[in-house]
Nanobody
Framework: QVQLVESGGGLVQPGGSLRLSCAAS????????MSWYRQAPGKERELVAG????????NYLDSVKGRFTISRDNAKNTVYLQMNSLNPEDTAAYYC?????????????WGQGTQVTVSS
């Protein structure tokens, strides 16, 4: 059974930091590109950061560049999102995503989300 379980969300003051974790099971983690998405109330889900299968390539939403860092540990089947200098605009539910395309067939899994609230 495929599972992506996020943790690490919570309430933080502006300027603070959080580290999100996503523990994967039920599939070959090291074969999947991993990403973090977020969705704020009334807004569409957006890609925050992505990382390649071996971690040698990353990409970020412009508004989080220099503040957020995505990383993965294939030995632990876990992907992380280190979030620094948080501001209220970062408030959203954050979702972990796993994606792989094999011979044109896309395989994609989502976590249940973890809430991040930035407020004083």
């Amino acid at each position: 059974q495929v599972q992506l379980v996020e943790s690490g969300g919570g309430l933080v003051q502006p300027g603070g930091s959080l580290r999100l974790s996503c523990a994967a099971s039920g599939f070959t983690f090291s074969s999947y590109g991993m990403s973090w998405y977020r969705q704020a109330p009334g807004k569409e889900r957006e890609l925050v950061a992505g990382i390649s299968t071996v971690g040698d390539s990353t990409n970020y939403l412009d508004s989080v560049k220099g503040r957020f860092t995505i990383s993965r540990d294939n030995a632990k089947n876990t992907v992380y999102l280190q979030m620094n200098s948080l501001n209220p605009e970062d408030t959203a539910a954050y979702y972990c995503n796993a994606r792989r395309t094999v011979f044109g067939q896309q395989y994609q899994y989502w976590g249940q989300g973890t809430q991040v609230t930035v407020s004083s």
